[in-house]
């Protein structure tokens, strides 16, 4: 029982700082901009450059665990993530600043595929649906609370303290993890570093030419290469893994519908919220005209429904099924985003803005614990390192996407000039996020709902039978 506590709480503390940090600077980048410089672009790399690196090495990361120790691995990840934040808190210039955001990305890529597995092996299968839930209610705030976490340490000290903030949390974590943690390992094999150099290379051609799709123009050279150059290695990738003796994602793995239904559902949903939650945290400071602590205060009735909802999520998710439950939270968090984009404008009253941030709120918690659990249902037990190290890159390659996408469809019909400019770009960006969400509840509905077990025959023949 101890170890089990143990494994939840270092496991969900470091799952909230690694994902504290996809959203934490997003009520900063007004204030990194004036102080660093950096226009739009620049912005979207200090998100992009995270959730990028963070997407493409975390299957990379659930390998490396497996074959040379989780908790060997898991500490190292949160070495290399504690350095990169520090990093970033002494980056001179927007360029530094990007370089260390990128290493943190890949101390996270380690460490948090790592966090599923060494929970699922500390918990009993009876009670996974709790911790779960637990561990789901800690990353689902972490990512909800990033703007307020990231605006209140704004206002009251400086921008660069939203990366100092994680070097003590850091520290602490590396002698409990490695004194209160049990190793495992998981099935020996090589490292498939051809895959993990093609996925890399595809993924950052195509994110790079969505993001400077419309600053260079979308039939620019870089912006061509970027997405021809992409797809062509992200189908060399998909050809290489299917040939592969030692894939890094093995394909067969798609075969289950559970498995893919969930993991589609995973990436729209994170490209949805993420590039939403970019954008809206700009829109409560720009054109609402709160500080970086307002704005992010404002976000509670959003922030504050994880917390709440989140563990009963996971305890209903035992009851009834994950399918219910995470078609649920996504279409409520597309019915959200639909409300704000009706009632957004530049002079829009926070009243207003309540209902839609309570509904978001619910549609994230319910969809964060119960899908942990359907991932790791869906796959053998020795397959699950690599089966969350898959759901948590697609993860982040839909928030690195989103930004990307929403950023461009913003600035193809808005821009920062003013408060009617800046809703003109955000109201068809706060669409497509809806409706990319939209279809992630479509997806999750095609996860196979739970099997009935047919009664044991001392039970069958307890039944009273019907009467001819």
């Known amino acids: ?28 980048l007004p204030a990194i901009r004036q102080d660093l410089g950096g226009g739009l672009t620049d912005l979207e790399w200090t998100v992009s ?10 299957m990379t990361g659930a390998a490396l665990g497996d074959r040379f120790g989780r908790r060997r691995m898991f500490l190292a990840g949160t070495a ?8 970033a808190a002494l980056a001179p210039g927007m360029g530094e600043l990007i ?61 660069q303290w939203i990366f100092w903030l994680n070097v003590p949390v850091g520290l602490l974590l590396l002698p409990f993890a490695r004194f209160r943690l049990a190793e495992s390992r998981g099935p020996a094999g090589r490292l498939d570093i051809p895959g993990t150099v093609l996925a890399s290379a595809g993924l ?5 030419a969505l993001v400077r799709g419309n600053a260079d123009g979308w039939t620019s050279g870089p912006v061509l290469t970027g997405l021809l150059a992409g797809s062509a290695l992200v189908a060399a990738f998909v050809g290489w893994e299917l040939r592969s003796p030692a894939p890094m994602l093995p394909m067969r793995l798609f075969r289950s519908r559970a498995f893919s239904a969930v993991n589609a559902a995973s990436l729209l949903m994170f490209l949805g919220m993420f590039g939403s939650i970019f954008l809206l945290s700009q829109f409560l400071q720009g ?49 959200g985003l639909a ?9 829009v009253s926070y009243a207003a803005e309540v209902p839609a941030l309570v509904v978001c709120g619910v549609g994230m918690a319910l969809f964060f614990a119960p899908t942990a659990n359907l991932v790791m249902a869906s796959v053998r037990p020795h397959e699950q390192g690599i089966a969350s190290g898959a759901n948590n890159a697609l993860r982040e390659l ?71």
């Open 99 to 159: 370089a260390a955001r990128a290493v943190q990305g890949v101390g996270a890529a380690v460490l948090m595929p790592l966090t599923l597995t060494l929970l699922t092996a500390a918990v009993p299968e009876g009670r996974r649906g709790l911790a779960f839930g637990i561990w789901g209610a800690v990353n689902g705030l972490a990512v909800a609370t990033g703007p307020l976490i990231g605006g209140t340490v704004v206002e009251h000290i400086s921008w």
């Open 80 to 87: 290399v993530f504690t350095l990169g934040s520090a990093a």
């Open 398 to 468: 839909g928030g690195a996407l989103g930004v990307a996408v929403l950023s461009a469809v913003f600035s193809a019909r808005g821009g920062y000039t003013s408060p009617q400019a800046f809703t003109d770009g955000l109201v068809p960006a706060l669409w497509t996020g809806s409706g990319a969400i939209a279809l992630a509840a479509v997806a999750a509905l095609l996860v196979p709902g739970r099997r009935r077990t047919a009664p044991a025959p001392a039970e069958a023949a307890a039944v009273p039978q019907p009467v001819a």
């Open 339 to 347: 409300m704000f984009a009706l009632i957004a404008a530049p002079d």
């Open 1 to 28: 029982m101890r170890s089990m506590v143990w494994a939840l709480v270092i496991t969900s503390v470091a799952g909230f700082m690694a994902a504290l940090d996809n959203l934490v600077v997003t009520t900063a």
């Open 204 to 208: 950052f051609g195509i994110v790079y």
């Open 49 to 58: 450059a995270y959730t990028l690196t963070f997407a493409v090495l975390l």
């Open 287 to 335: 054109v609402g005209g709160y500080s970086p602590m307002e704005a992010g205060v404002r976000m509670l009735p959003w922030t504050g429904m994880p917390m709440l909802v989140a563990p009963v999520a996971g305890v209903l998710s035992d009851r009834v099924g994950g399918r219910p439950v995470v078609a649920a939270g996504l279409a409520l968090q597309a019915a």
